[in-house]
């Protein structure tokens, strides 16, 4: 019997009609493993994965294959995103195990959870040195039917290792502006500079790296730190991997020059790239920036906003073809043909030449990615050219869209609220701002428990999920409050992240100041994880360390900081040996360097915005901006601070010394950019 029909997940439901008798991820699917005596088949994806599709295709709708799932295993399926924890234990065995990762994750366990044997995607035919599915199965079986002892020591020493593998970080320091250096340096080894980002194919979007390089820029000055941003922002926002129609980013790019994407969109990459885009602008004027910003804030309110005023978590990057099949990029690539029939000879043309569509195509049967031509082709009449866009874009709507995995991941939305607040912010969009503040109520009303000190994985469809909130939950979210508490200067949200952040130190951090993925009371798996290392997101210890750091500056107690700067221990212990996988904590790192600067702007509301909108706009690392009415004393950052010979004033603290108050928006700049 297939178990997942009652399931919340999209990625669960996706398989609920297989004939494989699926279990969700609980203890009954291990009682029933020890009851039949057999091994546990954990299968582990997500929603968007297009080769977890394709596997779906070839084996678990295979009523063969099925079969022999259902008799020789209990098999069990897994979504990585609504169950972080379970994915994180697991894909570090693989990892181990066979030199490499990734999704779909196949793990054979003991009716205990002991892994023994691992893989990710198997064909159903042996191919390319692969064995076939049904070869994994029956070799799989066999060892379990005839060597059980040898199978039950493997896994015993598996597990013993894993358990073994908890981070020590002895007496930990920050980072200083030595380990900064070194970072920048390692980085400047691996910069493309022909084509922006860091090594080969495939290409990720560095988002945190990013955000560390314009923060470095900030406090140092230094050219190099944000030419790497400016080029790798354009070559992105030029590229396959940036929807030159709709806006928002693909997940990667699959070449090295950002041609041709892995099509999927995810919330998590547009939120970081938003940021991003807007913090670049922020720093330059670039107006190529802040059109990516606003088009990128944009495609998640309108593609991925979801009734209940959150953001779901994907767009697929498969599609129907239009000939009977799914295929990947499909909803997004064009042929010359196509072009024409939309647009006509003479605009079909102009679009061929403007977006890289070539006769012979850029990515499959002929179809073209579209891509901005390069900067050195002269320019289209601005007009025209956005007709042809839009007329592409109604045409592509009538295509069939990509599924949508519509759950709402709470770390994610956490980090929507603080793009879209400070995006609409920065560019005077008080529609974004509104969304983000919707956000993040869902947030507070749906996912939170236990008077507000606990958080929950997921909803949808306004309806919470059952999963327990991992550190990456509370560190996003804290992060999205604090941001827009700095936007709007409603005092609700800025309680809000302390009460998360207390959780983070009563329940997910050790005694040495290392910080656990999962809390001391969530479901005990073979391995508390604990993973440091920045990836797709900000790993929940950075963020954490990140959040932390900020609401000591909000709120003066030095145990919050204290807790930032013990964390950030890893921060100096890896910076100069893996700093594209340390881009959040060396941006944090920069932020502690720079104070980081707390700014108080006092007044009413209408008088203090030029003040308030200067304070957002400034570059400081990590600044912390709180704005009141006179008198205000819930918030320590704006106590005793009045207007200033009658008019509204703005405070600046760096270290523990505050300057004498401003009432001018220039002066203000000043402060800040010393």
Known sequence: MNRLAGMTSPYLLQHADNPVDWWPWSPEAFEEARRRQVPVLLSVGYASCHWCHVMARESFEDEATAQVMNAHFVPVKVDREERPDVDAVYMEAVQAATGQGGWPMTVFLTPDAEPFYFGTYFPPAPRHGMPSFRQVLEGVRTAWQDRRDEVADVASRISADLAGRSIRLGAP???????????????????????????????FPPSMVLEFLLRHHARTGSEGALQMVQATCEAMARGGIYDQLGG?????????????????????????????????????????????????????????????????????ADSDDGQGGHAEGAYYVWTRSQLTEVLGEDDAALAADRFRVTEEGTFERGASVLQLADRDRPLADADRLESVRRRLLEARAARPRPERDDKVVTAWNGLAVAALAETGAYFERPDLVEAATTAARLLAEVHTVEDGRRLLRTSRDGVPGTSAGVLEDYADVAEGYLTLYAVTGETDW???????????????????????????????????????????????????????????????????????????????????????????????????LDGPREVAVVGEPEERAVLHRTALLATAPGAVVAAGAPGETSVPLLEGRGRVEGRPAAYVCRGFVCAAPVTEPDALERALGD
């Open 173 to 203: 320091q920050p980072p200083g502006a030595e380990e900064m250096g070194a970072a920048l340096l390692g980085l400047t080894k691996d910069f493309d500079a022909s084509r922006g980002g860091f090594d080969g194919a495939p290409k």
């Open 248 to 316: 928002g980013f693909a997940r990667y790019s699959v070449d090295a020059e950002w041609v041709v994407p892995h099509f999927e969109k995810m919330l998590y990459d547009n939120a970081l790239l938003c940021r991003v885009y807007a913090h670049l602008w922020r720093s330059t004027g670039d107006e190529r920036a802040r059109r990516i910003a606003l088009e990128t804030a944009d495609f998640m309110v309108r593609e991925l906003g979801t009734p209940q005023g959150g953001f779901a978590s994907a767009l697929d």
């Open 494 to 592: 800025l309680h809000r992240a302390g009460a998360l952040l207390d959780t983070v130190l009563e329940r997910f951090a050790g005694d040495d100041g290392t910080l656990y993925d999962t809390a001391d009371d969530a479901e005990r798996l073979i391995r508390r994880p604990q993973d440091p290392t920045d990836n797709a997101v900000p790993s929940g210890w950075n963020a954490a360390a990140g959040a932390l750091l900020a609401y000591g500056a909000y709120t003066g107690e030095h145990r919050y900081r204290q807790a930032a700067e013990q964390a950030l221990g890893v921060v100096r212990e890896l910076a100069a040996r893996a700093p594209r996988f340390l881009g959040w904590g060396l941006a944090v790192g920069e932020a502690l």
